[in-house]
T-cell receptor, first 113, second 114 residues
Framework: DGGITQSPKYLFRKEGQNVTLSCEQNLNHDAMYWYRQDPGQGLRLIYYSQIVNDFQKGDIAEGYSVSREKKESFPLTVTSAQKNPTAFYLC????????????FGNGTRLTVT | GESVGLHLPTLSVQEGDNSIINCAYSNSASDYFIWYKQESGKGPQFIIDIRSNMDKRQGQRVTVLLNKTVKHLSLQIAATQPGDSAVYFCAEKDYGGSQGNLIFGKGTKLSVKP
């Protein structure tokens, strides 16, 4: 079955450590996205990528980094510079970058203590 | 900046009744709207979308209505079932614009009583 796989589902880290969240898709979608979801707030865009080896900052990119070396993969690194890293992180993809719906993974819940 | 909002944060309905979830938008440039359903602990799932050249679009048990005059969007779910219990988000953007411009509302929680 085609879909988006995020791993792990739960992740715990100590403050000051970098952590990388995995996102893999087998939908052959060109575009991929990372969102952050906090209680009572709408999804906020961190980074997105329209093609391999290219990506753009979203609204809240500070403290995060990404890479897009392969079409299928778009890992997100939460660095120690991110002031409030504890959140639910959602990866998504879409066929193209304009008007096709986003397909989401089931998220990674990151807790930093 | 302008953002999408929702009239009610929670909605409780009886199983079998119809549900109506509302969404207000303020960006007059938005002309593409999407509804998502998010179950607890899962990612959002696409339900239906609509462009501003339409005022109604139907899917399986769902209908989206768009009123551009008052900048209002609604999602109607017919014969609501327990499996419909979830948080529902609307999202907006300008059609043809970058997906990076997609703005999500905060969500309405739908609870279905048996």
């Amino acid at each position: 079955d085609g879909g988006i796989t995020q791993s792990p589902k739960y992740l715990f880290r100590k403050e000051g450590q970098n952590v990388t969240l995995s996102c893999e898709q087998n939908l052959n979608h060109d575009a991929m996205y990372w969102y952050r979801q906090d209680p009572g707030q709408g999804l906020r865009l961190i980074y997105y990528s329209q093609i391999v080896n290219d990506f753009q900052k979203g609204d809240i990119a500070e403290g995060y980094s990404v890479s897009r070396e392969k079409k299928e993969s778009f890992p997100l690194t939460v660095t120690s510079a991110q002031k409030n890293p504890t959140a639910f992180y959602l990866c998504a993809s879409s066929i193209e970058t304009r008007n096709s719906p986003l397909h989401f993974g089931n998220g990674t819940r990151l807790t930093v203590t | 900046g302008e953002s999408v909002g929702l009239h009610l944060p929670t909605l409780s309905v009886q199983e079998g009744d119809n549900s109506i979830i509302n969404c207000a938008y303020s960006n007059s440039a938005s002309d593409y709207f999407i509804w998502y359903k998010q179950e607890s602990g899962k990612g959002p799932q696409f339900i239906i979308d609509i462009r501003s050249n339409m005022d109604k679009r139907q899917g399986q048990r769902v209908t989206v209505l768009l009123n551009k005059t008052v900048k209002h969007l609604s999602l109607q779910i017919a014969a609501t079932q327990p499996g419909d219990s979830a948080v529902y988000f609307c999202a907006e953007k300008d059609y043809g614009g970058s997906q990076g411009n997609l703005i999500f509302g905060k969500g309405t929680k739908l609870s279905v009583k048996p």
